[in-house]
C-alpha cells in the first residue's frame, strides 16, 4: 500500500502562483509514475500532468502547458507541481496519483485508469 498527501493547495489572485506537492509513502516502488489530477465542481475529474521517476519524463495536457511544471525529489518519493499564470478555470480539487512499477510516461498517463493509489486532494482556488 502506497500513501499519498498532497498539500500546498490555497487561495490565490489570477496570475499568481502555487506550488502543490505529494508525498509518497508506505510500499513503495523504486520506479514509479505519479500523476497530478483536478477536479472543479461539476465537472469531470482532469488529467493535468505526470512525471516518470525511471527517466525524467514528463507530460502536461494542453490546458496548462508553460503554465504547469512537474518535478521530483526522487530521495524524498515527494512530486511537486509548480502553477504559474494561474487562472479562474484552475479553480479545483487537485489530487496525485501513483502507479507503481511504471516506466515512462505518454498521454495515455493522464488517464486515472493508469493510477492504483490516490491522495485526499488539496483545494486550489484562483479568484479573479
Known amino acids: 500500500e502506497v500513501q499519498l498527501v498532497e498539500s500546498g493547495g490555497g487561495l490565490v489572485q489570477a496570475g499568481g502562483s502555487l506550488r502543490l506537492s505529494c508525498a509518497a509513502s508506505?510500499?513503495?516502488?523504486?520506479?514509479?509514475?505519479i500523476g497530478w489530477f483536478r477536479q472543479a465542481p461539476g465537472k469531470e475529474r482532469e488529467g493535468v500532468s505526470c512525471f516518470s521517476n525511471s527517466d525524467g519524463s514528463t507530460y502536461y495536457a494542453d490546458s496548462v502547458k508553460g503554465r504547469f511544471t512537474i518535478s521530483s525529489d526522487n530521495a524524498m518519493n515527494t512530486v511537486y507541481l509548480q502553477m504559474n499564470s494561474l487562472k479562474p478555470e484552475d479553480t479545483a480539487v487537485y489530487y496525485c496519483?501513483?502507479?507503481?512499477?511504471?516506466?515512462?510516461?505518454?498521454?495515455?498517463?493522464?488517464?486515472?485508469?493508469?493510477?492504483?493509489?490516490w491522495g485526499r486532494g488539496t483545494q486550489v482556488t484562483v479568484s479573479s
Open positions: 496519483a501513483y502507479a507503481g512499477n511504471s516506466f515512462g510516461v505518454t498521454a495515455r498517463s493522464l488517464s486515472d485508469e493508469t493510477y492504483d493509489f
Open positions: 508506505g510500499s513503495t516502488f523504486d520506479y514509479y509514475v
